[in-house]
């Protein structure tokens, strides 16, 4: 069974240092890996997907990369700020399911940025 | 574009009573999903939708949990009767399929979810 883990389950950072999440998966079978932002009382919005053949995504200020082979991702953040306080997760799609939602999360990472 | 809508946004209730959540998607967007989404966890995927049909229940706790999608817009999940460990968030998405690896296709759009306390 896929299981995806991150740690540290919450960091804090100050305003301007860079952030850097991870993100680990037991499966390496996985038709791809997304990383969502989640704020409080709020849905999910999703960030960046990468698809297993791919190494890395990039978008503004993140970047996320993946190592299908060691079962692992990371999301980095450059040059934090206070508006990038949240909690972020990541979900792989297992190639077990057809279904572009059946994802199996992370519990996520609560990230504060402080000014 | 407007976004998911879901209502209510809180509900508290005691156990064994009943509660209703309603998902109005995107327009346009054929397949919507409920998720739930305990504190501290990541969502699970309760149920899918394609349209007005079923696609995936497998982990709907099918002996308390139902959900419907008449006509394939809107989209109700309700529990009956609650019970202690219901409490948590149920999250509706919509998606509107597309080519993998184009940017944006295939991509998940979340309603902020309703809260669901169950004493």
């Known amino acids: 069974k896929q299981e995806v883990t991150q740690i540290p389950a919450a960091l804090s950072v100050p305003e301007g240092e860079n952030l850097v999440l991870n993100c680990s998966f037991t499966?390496?079978?996985?038709?791809?890996l997304q990383w969502f932002r989640q704020d409080p009382g709020k849905g999910l919005t999703s960030l960046l997907l990468?698809?297993?053949?791919?190494r890395e995504q990039t978008s503004g200020r993140l970047n996320a990369s993946l190592d299908k082979s060691s079962g692992r991702s990371t999301l980095y953040i450059a040059a934090s700020q206070p508006g990038d306080s949240a909690t972020y997760l990541c979900?792989?799609?297992?190639?077990?399911?057809?279904?572009?939602?059946?994802?199996?999360f992370g519990a996520g990472t609560q990230v504060v940025v402080t000014p | 574009e407007a976004g998911v809508a879901q209502s209510p946004r809180y509900k508290i209730i005691e156990k064994r009573q009943s509660v209703a959540f309603w998902c109005n998607p995107i327009?346009?967007?054929?397949?919507l999903y409920w998720y739930q989404q305990i504190l501290g966890q990541g969502p699970k995927l309760l149920i899918q939708?394609?349209?007005?049909?079923?696609?995936?229940d497998s982990q709907l706790p099918k002996d308390r949990f139902s959900a419907e999608r008449l006509k394939g817009v809107d989209s109700t999940l309700k529990i009956q009767p609650a019970k202690l460990e219901d409490s948590a968030v149920y999250l509706c998405?919509?998606?509107?399929?597309?080519?993998?690896?184009?940017?944006?296709?295939?991509?998940?759009?979340f309603g902020a979810g309703s809260r669901l306390t169950v004493l």
């Open positions: 998405a919509s998606r509107i399929p597309g080519l993998a690896g184009v940017f944006g296709a295939n991509v998940l759009t």
């Open positions: 499966d390496s079978a996985i038709y791809n």
């Open positions: 990468i698809q297993s053949s791919q």
């Open positions: 979900a792989v799609r297992p190639k077990t399911t057809d279904s572009w939602g059946k994802l199996q």
């Open positions: 327009s346009g967007h054929a397949t």
């Open positions: 939708f394609q349209n007005n049909g079923v696609v995936d």
